[in-house]
Nanobody
């Protein structure tokens, strides 16, 4: 079992920055693929970013603005969000799974473990 706890959400003006954190339980954190997804009101959950042991992956909508990273010593994955836009407003979820193919890591169903979500609101 893996438990995930997100933090760092909040209200920010357009153009601002936030850093989300996701703390994971378990002793094999470094072996897990970690992902960030988001869900805006009335919309489906969508892929934001993912990180394997080394490689990172981004949705086109956030590429160049968001950076995903991980600190295996702290069992934590981060999402640095810069140049935020009102359309980035959503609940952001952290996800983890032991085995995720690069071909399927953009799919929410590829991840078995999820956090409770943290709200990000970007005002115009």
């Amino acid at each position: 079992q893996v438990q995930l706890v997100e933090s760092g959400g909040g209200l920010v003006q357009a153009g601002g920055s936030l850093r989300l954190s996701c703390a994971a339980s378990g002793r094999t954190f470094s072996s897990y693929a970690m992902g960030w997804f988001r869900q805006a009101p009335g919309k489906e959950r969508e892929f934001v970013a993912a990180i394997g042991r080394i490689n990172t992956y981004y949705a086109d909508s956030v590429k160049g603005r968001f950076t995903i990273s991980r600190d295996n010593a702290k069992n934590t994955v981060y999402l640095q969000m810069n140049s935020l836009k009102p359309e980035d407003t959503a609940v952001y979820y952290c996800a983890a799974d032991f085995s995720v193919s690069p071909f399927t890591l953009r799919l929410s169903r590829s991840y078995a473990y999820w956090g409770q979500g943290t709200q990000v609101t970007v005002s115009s």
